[in-house]
């Protein structure tokens, strides 16, 4: 199975400043037939279902703003909020899709500093 | 606009079991793959098992295999899983999710999600 590893587990950001997630995935998750990282980023609020922000690595989900923005190739993948938000506080998951089982990291919490 | 609404979890007993639906609209249900993730109790995301527009292509998580069944009824536009031999460390919320992109197999991108129901494995 492929393992994936966020860091940290948690951060504290103030409001307009910028958040970065990492996510390591145990192996390549590059598709090399078309040169996309087969990886997705989740964000979820207590009490919510997780929603889709970002896709093949890189690509926003259509009505996510555009201060959510992923980026990375391979192995090391990043989320980055550039000028975070009130409502920005959730826990963000990363999504390996590459290879079956599918995996999950284990969550970052982002909070307000 | 998207709708998935789950339905029949509940508490069963260890070595029970339990069947759950989702129900679908908004969207073109026979054309899209579907999925179910799990979140236990405080706990992270994980994916339990997909399904193809077709039945014939079902995908599951190896702490899964042989217990539960994933099936679809596309004429009704509804999603399944049946869940047999149930254990402690099935308790989660369990989430419908649609594919994001139209296709026989499931692309792994998940942009739908209903709101969960809640299984409780205990004695």
């Known amino acids: 199975d492929i393992v994936m590893t966020q860091s940290p587990d948690s951060l504290a950001v103030s409001l307009g400043e910028r958040a970065t997630i990492n996510c390591k995935s145990s192996q390549s998750i590059l598709y090399s037939s078309n040169n996309k990282n087969d990886l997705s980023w989740y964000q979820q609020k207590p009490g919510q279902p997780p929603k889709l922000l970002i896709y093949s690595a890189s690509t926003r989900e259509s009505g996510v703003p555009d201060r959510f923005s992923g980026s990375g190739s391979g192995t090391d993948f990043t989320l980055t909020i550039s000028g975070l938000q009130a409502e920005d506080v959730a826990v963000y998951y990363c999504h390996q899709y590459y290879s079956s089982p599918q995996t999950f990291g284990q969550g970052t919490k982002v909070e307000i500093k | 606009e998207v709708q998935l609404l789950e339905s029949g979890g509940g508490l069963v007993q260890p070595g029970g079991s339990l069947r759950l639906s989702c129900a679908a609209s908004g969207f073109s249900f026979s054309n899209y793959a579907m999925n179910w993730v799990r979140q236990a109790p405080g706990k992270g995301l994980e994916w339990v098992s997909s399904?193809?527009?077709?039945?014939?292509?079902?995908y599951y998580a190896d702490s899964v295999k042989g217990r539960f069944t994933i099936s679809r009824d596309n004429s009704n536009n509804t999603l399944h899983l049946a869940m047999n031999s149930l254990r402690a460390e099935d308790t989660a919320v369990y989430y419908c999710s649609k594919d994001r992109f139209p296709g026989w197999f499931p692309s792994g991108v998940k942009n739908s999600w209903g709101q969960g129901t809640l299984v409780t494995v205990s004695s």
């Open positions: 399904i193809g527009v077709s039945s014939d292509n079902t």
